[in-house]
């Protein structure tokens, strides 16, 4: 048996002190805004390493009504639920034609939505907002819900056929001899069967949407439209002083996926870096 | 003549059922006007009015006339320092990370689970968050520094033009760190342990097992991060938007593409009005840089790829 590694248990040492200081650096910024979420502004100024003294929920409440936070995550919660509900409909049903059947075009059609990987969505930008406003789209939901769901289209067309391809044709057959339409065989044969993929999908596609800045910033003027990251922008330029609020506006942005991160970090993992790690 | 016919199969309605609502959202809202940006780059526009067609002048005014030419150079410049300081300061240290976790490291999932946190946050929260870090008085970076000793080193990071957008650019690593890692980490347990033990019996270093086995077995990784560092670095925005403002502050000392984009495009609030034929150009140029540059690099590096 040959020892894998030839650092020594000094050197091991040095290794986990590395690993935690760096662990720490990525912990300790999140640490201190929960702290200072509850703490009152005063106590922030005074006591700025200390544990809360009291909790000051207020923070929160204020954060919430005053400063509609309320609005901007039920936005926030709208778009991104939609947008990833419409981009594994329209794109599991593509990808599954463009898997499971032969026809002209198919190729073509594949690298087709495969092009739009490369295209960066910013640099149709002005365009999108031109065309939005022509379909009096802008400063709407929909602008943000049609964005989010075309762009995301390649890269779930993309993961979902290759998913599709590797399941066995014999399912198919079977299930045709049983009296199954083409639709019954998407629907209840084949979706059931690319779950982990579909997962992948809507993982990445739900970090992505409700991490969005630029498509709102462009698209929505109204306040009470305003998602979480433009919101966010908004509540800055007006609190600049209140640090109170901004670390509690900060902590109710960031909950929602901390804590889902919580109970999924190996599928958020998985999620994110597919398409960059093979298999 | 059969062989045709089994060829040209007609497409059925299911297929064009499966395949049209994508098909058209995608068409209509990503590649529609991704098309049209290039044709809009020959126009001068103010989004109202007419649209009047000036052939390549938009482009030669980008590249020639003041004060364009110098906000566009000063903005490549400082998204060329992103991407190299990015590459040492993200990807360097990810490599280093992921080969040490790439050992029997104990609690090497918690690890990876907390460096790679940031990766799922708002990139605007990630701003604002350091943006109080950093501040010049009560942040808590200063107030660690003082507590220490080391007051002297203490500096308003954001509003001084020299750190500025070094400053940002460490927060963005600090955002992105575990994204190299995870995807450098995947490849390196893809490489059979054989490899490595062969090289340890033979009596390598660790450096030279990290440099003659593991970074040219994991080449094709590298290259992909290279790439996605290239691409996300000169699509930079958010964090410099949220951290410094839309002219880049202090005095354009952290202006990108992205936010000199924005502003010719949809102006300031200020009162510097935008043009979005003007703005296309810049748009179509940033395109191509990603385009040529992406382009010559996987050419180079398929070269030096080892398979195994």
Known sequence: ?279 | MNLKAKQKRPVQTHIVVFIIPALIIYTVFVVYPFLVSFRLSLYDWKGLGPMIYVGLGNFVKLFTKEPFNQQFFNALKHNIIFFVVTMVVQNLVGLVLAIILSRRIKGSAVFQAVYFLPVTLSLVVVGYLWTLMLNPMWGTVNLILRAVGLGSLARPWLGDPHTALLAIIFVNAWQWIGFPLLVFLASIQGIPDEFFEAARIDGASEWHVARYITVPLILPSITMVTIMTFIGTMNAFDIVYTMEGILGSPFFSTDVLGTFFYRTAFGTVWGTPGNLGFGSAVAVVMFLMVLIVSYTWLRITRKHEVQY
């Not at chain 1, 594994?88 to 495969?114: C, I, P």
């Not at chain 1, 900060?250 to 398409?275: D, N, R």
Request: aromatic fraction near 18%.
């Open chain 1, 1 to 279: 048996m040959v020892n894998r590694s030839r650092v020594g248990s000094l050197g091991r040492i040095a290794l986990y002190i590395l690993l935690v200081a760096y662990g720490l650096t990525i912990v300790y910024p999140l640490f201190i805004m929960l702290c200072n979420s509850v703490k009152t502004g005063q106590e922030i100024f005074a006591n700025p390493f200390s544990l809360p003294s009291s909790f000051a929920w207020d923070n929160y409440s204020y954060v919430w009504s005053v400063a509609s936070f309320n609005a901007y995550l039920k936005n926030s919660v709208f778009v991104t639920v939609v947008s990833v509900f419409l981009v594994l409909v329209v794109s599991s049903s593509a990808a599954f034609a463009l898997a499971r059947y032969r026809f002209t075009g198919n190729t073509f059609l594949y690298l087709f939505f495969l092009s739009g990987l490369m295209l960066p969505i910013r640099l149709g930008i002005i365009p999108l907002f031109v065309l939005m406003k022509n379909l009096n789209l802008l400063d709407t939901y929909a602008s943000l819900i049609l964005t989010y769901t075309a762009s995301a289209i390649p890269f779930a067309v993309f993961i979902l056929t290759g998913f599709f391809k590797a399941l066995p044709k014999e399912l198919e057959y079977a299930a045709r001899i049983d009296g199954c339409n083409e639709y019954r065989i998407y629907y209840q044969i084949m979706l059931p069967l690319v779950r982990p993929a579909l997962a992948t999908v809507a993982i990445f596609n739900f970090v992505q949407t409700w991490n969005d800045f630029f498509i709102p910033l462009v698209f929505i003027s109204s306040d009470h439209l305003k998602t979480v990251p433009l919101g966010m922008t908004n509540f800055f330029g007006q609190y600049q002083t209140d640090w109170n609020y901004l670390f509690a506006g900060l902590t109710l942005a960031t909950l929602p996926t901390l804590i889902m991160y919580l109970f999924m970090s190996k599928q958020f993992i998985k999620g994110l870096t597919a398409g960059a790690v093979k298999g």
